[in-house]
């Protein structure tokens, strides 16, 4: 978040700054942070939070309190949903090569996570995350008090 000389930040900036420098010291990435991430980058339209929530879980599964895991534990299915989140940026590959003992080159794949782009994902400002939501949501706002009829 950046500022100008004319621009005072408000609470919320500093708060939501606040949070963002505490999240970056952690080392282990929980599932709240996950489903954020998820949530304000599939697309668009986003992803229900409940989806995405399960989605998260179904993935901290996977790395434990670990940032890479190697491919070849996935099934197709779980390998479809990594590369689902390798193009939303949540997720990279990494591979290493290595000789085997008979001479022939052996590569061994593994799954990253992103830190710094579910950062960002993390971190998108509230109107980011308005414009995800799409238009429908604009009746969230409204009081349950304007909806009854007397």
Do not use: C
Request: net charge negative; charged share 35%; hydrophobic share 35%.
């Amino acid at each position: 978040m950046e500022f100008t000389l004319n621009e005072k930040p408000t609470l919320e900036d500093a708060v939501e700054q606040e949070f963002l420098v505490e999240l970056s010291k952690r080392t282990t990435l929980t599932a709240d942070d996950l489903t954020m991430a998820i949530t304000n980058g599939i697309d668009t339209r986003g992803m229900p939070a409940e989806e995405a929530g399960h989605l998260a879980q179904h993935i901290l599964n996977f790395f434990g309190y670990s940032d890479r895991i190697i491919d070849n534990m996935l099934e197709p299915e779980d390998r479809d949903a990594f590369y689902m989140l390798e193009d939303t940026g949540i997720l990279t590959t990494e591979r290493e090569e290595t000789t085997l003992y008979d001479g022939r080159e052996w590569r061994i794949h593994y799954w990253l996570f992103r830190r710094d782009r579910i950062l960002d994902l993390i971190g998108k400002s509230d109107e980011e995350a308005d414009a995800i939501r799409g238009p429908d949501s604009i009746y969230e706002d409204i009081p349950e008090e304007f909806w009854t009829r007397e």
